[in-house]
């Protein structure tokens, strides 16, 4: 499934705990999310072809953007995501690996 791509204003943010860490998460559609990657807006269609990458291993993901900012999300309830989130070098090794260069294309500071 291709990830959906909307309007940063169409969903709530919150913060949330999880393995020692603060995590920023968004409830879209009855779903929640965490925050994977943010990009400058100019990134967009790069970060895009990345999260098409790792929406192929069957996460459920969702793209935000802002005049500034472009964002990527994956579901709470995907066991992958939960590992990423543990391990966020892991998510750049695996899915973004040619923009491990490029610091407008970063995995989210706590």
């Not at 409830?27 to 269609?45: P, T, Y």
């Amino acid at each position: 499934m291709l990830p959906l791509v909307i309007d940063e204003q169409q969903v709530f943010t919150f913060k949330f705990w999880f393995e020692a860490q603060i995590q920023t998460g968004m409830q879209f559609q009855n779903e929640l999310f965490c925050q994977l990657v943010v990009a400058d807006v100019d990134q967009r269609s790069r970060l895009y072809r990345k999260a098409c990458k790792l929406a192929q291993q069957g996460v459920r993901l969702v793209i935000t953007c802002s005049p500034s900012q472009c964002c990527v999300w994956g579901s709470l309830r995907d066991e992958l995501v939960k590992q990423l989130l543990v391990n966020p070098a892991k998510l750049h090794a695996s899915y973004f690996t040619d923009d491990s260069t490029n610091p407008s294309l970063s995995n989210t500071e706590h």
